[in-house]
């Protein structure tokens, strides 16, 4: 593995971290180029209005994303105790909340290139792909890693680092916190989500 390499995979958080000399993994690095490629191209694409790129954006997320597990995983402590009507309402708010996050963050790209800069092998089937998007109106490289986890019907994407920031797990310590501050009302971050409401809470 390349000393250009080493010091990015050393940034990952310790949830995720695994000896950087770990074996890569070229079929989840290729996953992740095509996936990453495709939706810079669905939201690149200057012929569909906006109707179509959600469609294309939303079809997508469901052929390269584990929804139902991230689903899960954003609840945290309060995926144990929700219940099924709570669930089911919960899903479709965060799918739309999700959705919006993850457009926005990449509406600005257009005629970029993803390359795969390398990877880490937590596990068998458990694998972090560290790419970057450059050209088009990029004056450098913008870094993304893709937490990606072997699935039945093939590689499915559970986590992103964009600018830095593990989005799942971002969304997990928010939406904890704001049903813990809600007295563990699981309705509160629903409406919020609903809303279009940031979900944040201040770190110390």
Avoid at 24 to 47: M, P, Q
Avoid at 75 to 97: E, H, M, N, V
Avoid at 179 to 198: K, T, Y
């Amino acid at each position: 593995m390349s000393r250009r390499i080493l010091p990015w995979l050393f940034l990952l958080p310790s949830a995720y971290a695994q000896p950087a000399l770990a074996a890569r993994d070229a079929s989840a690095e290729a996953f992740a180029r095509a996936g990453a490629s495709r939706l810079l191209g669905v939201l690149g694409d200057k012929a569909a209005g906006p109707a179509q790129k959600d469609a294309a954006f939303h079809k997508a997320i469901d052929e390269l994303a584990d929804v139902p597990r991230v689903t899960h995983f954003v609840l945290g402590k309060y995926a144990r105790t929700i219940t099924p009507d709570q669930k089911r309402r919960f899903a479709l708010a965060f799918r739309s909340y999700a959705e919006r996050i993850y457009q926005g963050r990449l509406a600005d790209y257009g005629g970029e290139r993803v390359s795969v800069v390398g990877s880490v092998m937590r596990k068998p089937g458990d694998v972090i792909v560290a790419t970057e998007i450059s050209g088009g109106q990029l004056d450098r490289p913008v870094p993304v890693s893709w937490r990606v986890l072997q699935s039945p019907g093939g590689w499915r994407v559970v986590d992103v680092q964009f600018r830095g920031v593990w989005l799942a797990i971002t969304q997990q310590q928010d939406f904890v916190a704001t049903i813990d501050n809600a007295g563990g009302d699981v309705e509160v971050l629903i409406n919020r989500l609903r809303s279009d409401a940031p979900v944040s809470v201040k770190r110390r």
